[in-house]
T-cell receptor, first 114, second 114 residues
Framework: DQQVKQNSPSLSVQEGRISILNCDYT??????FLWYKKYPAEGPTFLIS?????DKNEDGRFTVFLNKSAKHLSLHIVPSQPGDSAVYFC?????????????FGKGITLSVRP | EAGVAQSPRYKIIEKRQSVAFWCNPI?????LYWYQQILGQGPKLLIQ????????DSQLPKDRFSAERLKGVDSTLKIQPAKLEDSAVYLC????????????FGQGTRLTVV
C-alpha cells in the first residue's frame, strides 16, 4: 500500500528550463511533506518541505506547491542546472508526533542536459 | 558538524551467509532509523530507535533481521541468513528529537547477495 506515489520514474530537461517533479498521496492525514535529493552512492539529503497550512514554499531555485484537495504536490526547479541531475524523493512523516517516520515515494530520476 | 557515518560502503555475500552493518548517528541525535532501499524503489523503514529503545520494528523481518543500538549511540543491523531479495542499499538516518521530520541520512551500505 503505497501512500506516496511518484508515477513518473524519470524526467529530462534542458539546462536553464524549468523542471517539474510531481508527487501524489493517498492518506488525507498527511500534513507535512518533504523532498529529498539523492546522488549516486550517497544518502538522501533534505531539500525543501511544506506544511499543509501553506500551498507554496520557496527556497532559491526550488519551489514546492501543495494542492490539498487533489492530494498532489510538485517541486519546481527554475532554472535547472546540470548539478540538479539526481533522484528526487517525495516523503511524508506519519503519524504525527513522537513516533513519526518518513514514508517515501519511489523517486524520480531527473537529468538536466547541458 | 559530522554527518551520519555508515560502514561498510559495499558488501557482497553469498546467500545464507550473515552480514552486519554499522551506523554512527550525528552526535546528540536521539532518534535513529534503518531503511532498506531496493533498486527502483523509495527507502522503506525497517526499524526506529529512540535512544537505545525500539519504537517501531513492525517492518523488520525478525526471522532473519536484528538490530540493536548500543548505549543509545551506535547501531548495528544484522541479517542472518541472507536471501537474494535482501540485495539493497541499507540507509541509516538520525534526527535530533522524536517527531522532527528532517532526517539526516548516511551514505548507505550497498549489499549484494549472490
Amino acid at each position: 500500500d503505497q501512500q506516496v506515489k511518484q508515477n513518473s520514474p524519470s524526467l529530462s530537461v534542458q539546462e536553464g528550463r524549468i523542471s517539474i517533479l510531481n508527487c501524489d498521496y493517498t492518506n488525507s492525514m498527511f500534513d507535512y511533506f518533504l523532498w529529498y535529493k539523492k546522488y549516486p552512492a550517497e544518502g538522501p539529503t533534505f531539500l525543501i518541505s511544506i506544511s499543509s497550512i501553506k500551498d507554496k514554499n520557496e527556497d532559491g531555485r526550488f519551489t514546492v506547491f501543495l494542492n490539498k484537495s487533489a492530494k498532489h504536490l510538485s517541486l519546481h526547479i527554475v532554472p535547472s542546472q546540470p548539478g540538479d541531475s539526481a533522484v528526487y524523493f517525495c516523503a511524508a512523516p506519519y503519524p504525527t508526533g513522537a513516533n513519526s517516520k518518513l514514508t517515501f515515494g519511489k523517486g524520480i530520476t531527473l537529468s538536466v542536459r547541458p | 558538524e559530522a554527518g551520519v557515518a555508515q560502514s561498510p560502503r559495499y558488501k557482497i555475500i553469498e546467500k545464507r551467509q550473515s552480514v552486519a552493518f554499522w551506523c554512527n548517528p550525528i552526535s546528540g541525535h536521539a532518534t535513529l532509523y534503518w531503511y532498506q532501499q531496493i533498486l527502483g524503489q523509495g527507502p522503506k523503514l525497517l526499524i526506529q530507535f529512540q535512544n537505545n529503545g525500539v519504537v517501531d520494528d513492525s517492518q523488520l523481518p525478525k526471522d532473519r533481521f536484528s538490530a540493536e543500538r548500543l548505549k543509545g549511540v551506535d547501531s548495528t543491523l544484522k541479517i542472518q541468513p541472507a536471501k537474494l531479495e535482501d540485495s539493497a542499499v541499507y540507509l541509516c538516518a538520525s534526527v535530533l528529537t522524536r517527531g522532527f521530520s528532517e532526517a539526516f541520512f548516511g551514505q548507505g551500505t550497498r549489499l549484494t547477495v549472490v
